[in-house]
């Protein structure tokens, strides 16, 4: 890597290799050395490691980037608030029905139709497993007098969040999102899903048309939400009158207009956490856990490899089946520390 102001190379250990701007004579360059990370390449995203060299965890071949390129799919889009809000509403999982609800199921903006399961579902009660990796958490929604809605998810330590979902033609996906902090008020937040299924991705599902997070919504040289603060996230009165509860397009430019319009740090003493804040509460409390771990020379969790496989699960089940045993086969009793 070569500086582009006075021309000092660096190689990948950090150390300076050559310095144009200083005569050969008087180069010094023996004594320069900037500090360097090891990184790894998968699934599209370069990963790079922070920590003591000693203690460099497993690759993250989280499962989504074990497959070909033709089956997955990756965005980015920045975030004009601090990472851990945006990651708390990507957690919950109480609010989508409702924001994300459209009014009828021929409305042309990114929503959830009324005639989806999920809309038509109560609130949930939510189960949150603690594991080695987070914790797989689950929202079981009474649907009618026989059945229930049950979707599965995953979060992975520090940051990294698996559901279930489908794209917009029906292609069944596990998808996610990654939220990484650029500073204390930005967020660049990595939206990947990959088909689960033998077919592939098409040019379509690319686009995020519902979801808002592809070149439709997305700034591809910025990196910044076309919907934003400034220009009040598109909003359409007379849509959200007749189409949906917001008038916002697209589901994660929905999201990101709640969770930016809370400001750039949002005052938590001010809010009143229920039941369904669970996994909220418990993502507070193993983060805490982690920062002591660290500070302590222990390993935090999230750095184990359990996390390669896991999958998400979304179904409508008889009330008087095992969730369990048909979404969640493979998070045995012995994975799972504490159930709250």
């Known amino acids: 890597m070569r500086c582009v102001y006075h021309g000092w190379k660096f190689d990948v250990a950090g150390s300076c290799v050559d310095q144009l701007n200083e005569p050969a004579e008087h180069q010094f360059e023996h004594k320069v050395h900037i500090t360097a990370y090891p990184t790894v390449e998968l699934g599209g995203i370069v ?7 000693e203690r460099i965890p497993a690759p993250p071949k989280f499962a989504w980037t074990q497959v070909p390129q033709t089956h997955r799919h990756l965005t980015k889009v920045i975030q ?5 809000q945006a990651l708390e509403g990507g957690l919950d999982t109480s609010h989508a029905p409702i924001m994300h609800r459209l009014l009828t199921d021929d409305a042309k ?11 038509r579902a109560k609130a949930p009660n939510l189960v949150v497993d603690i594991t080695d990796y987070g914790y797989q958490y689950v ?3 009474p649907l009618g007098a026989d059945e229930r809605h049950v979707r599965t998810y995953h979060f992975i330590l520090p940051f990294h ?51 808002g997070n592809g070149p439709l919504h997305v700034d591809q040289t910025t990196f910044r939400s076309k919907a934003n ?10 849509v959200q009158r007749s189409e949906s509860f917001t008038g916002i397009d697209g589901i994660n ?21 229920g039941p369904a804040d669970k996994a909220i509460i418990q993502m507070r409390r193993l983060l805490r856990q982690a920062v002591i771990t660290v500070q302590e020379g222990g390993t935090p969790a999230g750095v184990r490899p359990s996390y390669y496989t896991l999958r ?21 009793p012995e994975k799972i520390l504490q159930t709250v």
Do not use: F
């Open 139 to 141: 929202g079981i929604r």
């Open 47 to 53: 990963w790079a490691y922070l920590g003591p060299p």
């Open 253 to 273: 430019v929905q999201d990101r207009a709640i969770q930016e319009s809370m400001g750039p740090i949002v005052d938590r003493s001010k809010e009143h956490l």
């Open 229 to 238: 603060r400034q220009n009040n996230y598109l909003i359409d009165r007379a």
């Open 312 to 332: 998400a699960a979304l179904e409508v089940l008889p009330r008087d089946v095992d969730w369990r045993e048909i979404l969640a086969p493979d998070i045995t």
């Open 80 to 84: 004009e608030c601090n990472w851990l």
């Open 161 to 211: 969040q698996i559901r279930a979902s489908q794209t917009e033609r029906g292609c069944p996906v596990d998808a996610g999102h990654i939220w990484v902090p650029i500073d204390d008020e930005t967020s660049m937040v990595y939206n990947w899903s990959y088909s689960r299924t033998d077919e592939p991705l098409n040019d379509e599902d690319r686009l995020e048309r519902g979801l």
């Open 109 to 119: 903006r990114g929503g959830i139709k009324p005639s989806n399961p999920y809309v």
